[in-house]
């Protein structure tokens, strides 16, 4: 494959299809876009496709049309967390584990914002749906306080908490974490403006390791996500794991992984205009975000 001005112009780069690390994760809500010719065009930066509870109200010929899609492009797939806990709630994780599997789905996520699992049932699963052959992701943290133990209050963790919770769901055998998309928003800030939150995110990363987080974002509203997944790169280097990106927003998000985007200021541009003055492109500083956002 020729990518575009690729034979001229000097690049930058990052990992390749299978990645271990810089995973991308895009969130299709009721898996309808696998046929578009976005994700046709991307699907080298796509490793992992969610769906929301939006897919239980789709044909499931349509469902399984575009899951073997998604796996024919080399994507994997993963039912959201939502129907996993109806399931759970239901008792029937046996027969919708084997519906999933049948459907094409080798993804699954055991998170527990309303079922009321606790970290011992979470591990239990993480190690039975290894067994079944399944990739899983484990999730800690809740999009609300009042259901999240890792957090005294919306904008700071419990860092011994998470990061507990983090490193045993991992042992059990969980290939990655999902660090709840609202937490992560909450410690940055809508307009990065919490920076206690921002240390205390970088503790937990620090502890737990980069590679073995995949950090989710949610919207916020009309707060876009592009400055937050700017600062993400900027410290965690553009191998960061990144989930629930809109399928709409790929391209975008690859741009700002390679330097080349508004979001932070164009610092691949702007590295090479001062002759490399830091080690990596993604360290140089970052403009001053509280212009051009919301609020």
Known sequence: MKRLMHDILELPQRSEKPRKKGLTMVLDRAWIAAGSELVAAYKDYIDLAKSTAQCLWVDEAIIR??????????????????????AVLQGKQKQYMERAKELGTNVVEVESHAAGLSLEQMKAEVRRLKEEGFGVVGEVGAKWVDYDETRPDRNSVYIDKVVNQMKELLEAGADHVYWEGMVVRALLGNRLENKPGQEQFLKVVDSVGADRIIFEMWSARGNPNSPLWAWLVTHLGPDVNLANIPVQDIAQLESIRRGCSFDPGHPFLRWLKHEKPTRNWWEVPSPDYTVDLPG
Do not use: S, W
Request: glycine share 14%; proline share 5%.
């Open 65 to 86: 049309r575009n899951i073997k899609t998604y796996r024919d492009l080399g994507v994997d797939v993963q039912i959201g967390g939502i129907p996993y806990e109806i």
